[in-house]
């Protein structure tokens, strides 16, 4: 089997710092990632986006904030990106 070697400084590391929008197989989180590993991802400022409206409105439609950061499994997130 053929396996994708990710470059240095690509993907996920490549976004530490920034607030990310994570979507996963039940449910979207966003929040500034300040921490990648093999398995997971660490959000602070973090939330629970249960309703996006206009993906170009400045801000979600509901996204309910966490009272502490959060670790989402890598194996949940189906994509994930910047949306300012």
């Known amino acids: 089997m053929k396996?994708?070697?990710?470059?240095s400084g690509e993907g996920?590391?490549?976004?530490?710092?920034e607030r990310?929008?994570?979507?996963?197989?039940n449910y979207i989180?966003?929040?500034k990632l300040v921490g990648v590993n093999d398995t997971c991802v660490?959000?602070?400022d973090a939330a629970?986006?249960?309703e996006t409206g206009g993906f170009t409105d400045a801000k979600w439609k509901?996204?309910?904030a966490l009272p502490q950061p959060v670790y989402v499994?890598?194996?949940a997130v189906e994509s994930f990106t910047v949306i300012r």
């Open 3 to 7: 396996k994708l070697v990710e470059e």
């Open 12 to 17: 996920l590391v490549k976004l530490m710092g």
């Open 20 to 25: 990310v929008t994570l979507f996963g197989l």
């Open 29 to 31: 989180y966003t929040g």
């Open 42 to 44: 660490l959000l602070e």
């Open 48 to 50: 629970i986006v249960y």
């Open 62 to 64: 509901d996204a309910q």
């Open 73 to 75: 499994m890598l194996s």
